[in-house]
């Protein structure tokens, strides 16, 4: 039996509630919310868990997860390395999406928009947050660049430590945050036999229209 015929055998039904024009919220950042609230009593060490997809200028595609810190009427925001490779692309082209797959409620998120670096206070009041193991990590680390192996990483914390020995480690010049300014969003419910609601929030005139796709 090959590996294929073995993946071909792993079925499951979604047999959720309907998701219905008539109960959405009218604004797409309250149906977000209203749903993270529903999945944060489910499974909270995951809800914040995202795939931000990037492109190059190229058009390269690229993904990684990342975890949402907070949200609000502006847009989502997170937290990383401006020299990491998501940073280097984001730079170029500011386009991305952020999906949420919740597999408890068998439900899916996507928002995409435009890409925005946060300002440095925001940087530095979040990384103030954050455990000393956490900043020392982010501090000695030069995200996505190559390493000779774990024992330079090793030494890289480790000379950072002994720099801040007693004091409190700055927040990195190249670390900081990033919001997505959305303008359209789907949320998607698996439902029975495959026959999914997708329902479609996008910014046309800066009014929100709904729009349900085939799934
Ligand atoms: C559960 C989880 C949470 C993560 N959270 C973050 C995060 O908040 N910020 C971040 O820069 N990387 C985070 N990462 C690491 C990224 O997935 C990725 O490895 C890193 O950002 C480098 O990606 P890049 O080379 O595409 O820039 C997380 C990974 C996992 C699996």
Redesign the pocket.
Known sequence: MTQMDDLTRIRREYQSEPLLETALYPSPMAQFSCWFSEYQQLDPDNVT?MVLATASAGGSP?A????LKHYDAEGFC????YR????QVLALNPQAELLFYWPVLDRQIRISGEVQRLDRASAEHYFSERPRGSQLSAAASC??QRLAGREQLVQQVEAVAQQYRQQSIPCPEQWGGYRLRPLRYEFWQGRENRLHDRLVYSLEDADWIISRLSP
């Not at 990684?64 to 975890?67: A, K």
């Not at 997170?78 to 390395?81: H, P």
């Not at 990491?84 to 940073?87: A, D, I, N, V, Y």
Request: proline share 0%; charged share 20%; hydrophobic share 30%.
């Open positions: 868990a690229s990684r997860i990342v975890l997170w937290y990383s390395d990491s490779h998501k940073g995200q996505s």
